[in-house]
T-cell receptor
Framework: LAKTTQPISMDSYEGQEVNITCSHNNIATNDYITWYQQFPSQGPRFIIQGYKTKVTNEVASLFIPADRKSSTLSLPRVSLSDTAVYYCLVFGGSNYQLIWGAGTKLIIKP | ETGVTQTPRHLVMGMTNKKSLKCEQHLGHNAMYWYKQSAKKPLELMFVYSLEERVENNSVPSRFSPECPNSSHLFLHLHTLQPEDSALYLC???????????????FGPGTRLTVL
């Protein structure tokens, strides 16, 4: 099973770009990489998902190198409201092996 | 507005009590999940139901008993719990992701459970 590793915490400032990297050395061929955001007292919320190269949506970008052993969530121009815990999830599309990372607590300062 | 509701939001129970957690999704999904979230631990997947059939059980103790009467409702029946079972219990739903890749799960707000 793929195991994911993320930094425990990160700090940044408003207006900066923030990059959070997740390692998943044992990722399988069929696995997808998904990122979620969680605020206190709420359930996680989907941010973005990818399989390889780069994916971009209205809130973030996801960069996945060719070997797919890591992925980087990029948040452009963060604001105070981006303070949250960010989870990396590796998911095998052929079964329900959902391997969640421990989460990265991101703190944005003014 | 996530479309996934959970009740109750908070629950305190003794080790000899029996209680149930309820989850309801209004998104037309056909897969539902129970997760346990303890402090400083990754999210732990407990159960997965797809098309009302249990498809995954990650070695969860028998004191937790899930029930999925239809694709919109999911229950977690609790009995003779231990203090270490105190945690946030999250319900989620999605379209069945097998073969499709996409696994956008929609989570409820969770039930904060305290076992005394």
């Amino acid at each position: 099973l793929a195991k994911t590793t993320q930094p425990i915490s990160m700090d940044s400032y408003e207006g900066q770009e923030v990059n959070i990297t997740c390692s998943h050395n044992n990722i399988a061929t069929n696995d997808y990489i998904t990122w979620y955001q969680q605020f206190p007292s709420q359930g996680p919320r989907f941010i973005i998902q990818g399989y390889k190269t780069k994916v971009t949506n209205e809130v973030a970008s996801l960069f996945i190198p060719a070997d797919r052993k890591s992925s980087t969530l990029s948040l452009p121009r963060v604001s105070l409201s981006d303070t949250a815990v960010y989870y990396c999830l590796v998911f095998g599309g052929s079964n329900y092996q959902l391997i969640w990372g421990a989460g990265t607590k991101l703190i944005i300062k003014p | 507005e996530t479309g996934v509701t959970q009740t109750p939001r908070h629950l305190v129970m003794g080790m000899t009590n029996k209680k149930s957690l309820k989850c309801e999704q209004h998104l037309g999904h056909n897969a539902m999940y129970w997760y346990k979230q303890s402090a400083k631990k990754p999210l732990e997947l407990m159960f997965v139901y797809s098309l009302e059939e249990r498809v995954e059980n990650n070695s969860v103790p028998s004191r937790f008993s899930p029930e999925c009467p239809n694709s919109s409702h999911l229950f977690l029946h609790l009995h003779t719990l231990q203090p270490e079972d105190s945690a946030l219990y999250l319900c989620a739903s999605s379209q069945d992701p097998r073969g499709a890749g996409l696994n956008e799960q929609f989570f409820g707000p969770g039930t904060r459970l305290t076992v005394l």
